[in-house]
C-alpha cells in the first residue's frame, strides 16, 4: 500500500528562521508530488507540482525538491502569515488520484 | 479567487437525515472530485466526476453516498443517512485530468448531531 509521511508533525519557527519540511514516499511509481498549504477550516491550496528527481519549484520564500524517496519544502525567512499546514499528496501507478500525508504545521512566531 | 465555490459553508444535522452539499465551478470544466477531511485527520477521497460520469470511487464512498451533476454545471454530494462518523469537512475540487494537480473549493463543514 501507497505511503505518504509527513516530518515533523509541528513545528515552530521564529520569524527569519528558515527550515525545511519533509514528505517521504514509498510508492510504485511515482507519477507526480503535489505540495498545498491548508489555513484552518479552509481548502487546501496549490504550491507546486514535482514530477521527476531532481526537479525544484520556487515561490516567494518556499522552494520545493523532489528526490526518488522524499520530497522538501524549504521555507526561507519565514514571516508570521506563513504559518498554516502544508499537505504533501502523491499520484503512482496507474492512478489519477493522490494520495495526502496528515500534514506538518507550522506556527511562525514573530 | 476559488476555483470552485461550495454551498453551505456550514451544515448542521441530525443522524439520520439527508444532506446535500452543493459545488460550483467558476468555469466549465470535466475533472471533479469530491473529498472529505475528518477534523484532525488526512485528506480523502470519495469520488471522481469525468464528463458527467463518475469515474473512479474510494471504498468510504458506499450506498449512502451518491453524486449528481442536476442542471449541468452544479455538482451535489448527497448523503442519505448521515451518522456521527460522518461528521467532516467536505471539498470539491477540479482538475484538469491526468497526473495534473486540483484546485480545492473552500469546504463544506458538515456536523451531524
Known amino acids: 500500500e501507497d505511503q505518504v509521511t509527513q516530518s515533523p508533525e509541528a513545528l515552530r519557527l521564529q520569524e527569519g528562521e528558515s527550515s525545511s519540511l519533509n514528505c517521504s514516499y514509498t510508492v510504485s511509481g511515482l507519477r507526480g508530488l503535489f505540495w498545498y498549504r491548508q489555513d484552518p477550516g479552509k481548502g487546501p491550496e496549490f504550491l507546486f507540482t514535482l514530477y521527476s528527481a531532481g526537479e525544484e519549484k520556487e515561490k516567494e520564500r518556499l522552494k520545493a525538491t523532489l528526490t526518488k524517496k522524499e520530497s522538501f519544502l524549504h521555507i526561507t525567512a519565514p514571516k508570521p502569515e506563513d504559518s498554516a499546514t502544508y499537505l504533501c499528496?502523491?499520484?503512482?501507478?496507474?492512478?489519477?488520484?493522490?494520495?495526502f500525508g496528515r500534514g506538518t504545521s507550522l506556527i511562525v512566531h514573530p | 479567487e476559488p476555483e470552485v465555490t461550495q454551498t453551505p459553508s456550514h451544515q448542521v444535522t441530525q443522524m439520520g437525515q439527508e444532506v446535500i452539499l452543493r459545488c460550483v465551478p467558476i468555469s466549465n470544466h470535466l475533472y471533479f472530485y469530491w473529498y472529505r477531511q475528518i477534523l484532525g485527520q488526512k485528506v480523502e477521497f470519495l469520488v471522481s466526476f469525468y464528463n458527467n460520469e463518475i469515474s473512479e470511487k474510494s471504498e468510504i464512498f458506499d450506498d449512502q453516498f451518491s453524486v449528481e451533476r442536476p442542471d449541468g454545471s452544479n455538482f451535489t454530494l448527497k448523503i442519505r443517512s448521515t451518522k456521527l462518523e460522518d461528521s467532516a469537512m467536505y471539498f470539491c475540487a477540479r482538475g484538469t485530468g491526468g497526473y495534473n494537480e486540483q484546485f480545492f473549493g473552500p469546504g463544506t463543514r458538515l456536523t451531524v448531531l
Open positions: 499528496a502523491v499520484l503512482s501507478g496507474g492512478s489519477y488520484i493522490p494520495t
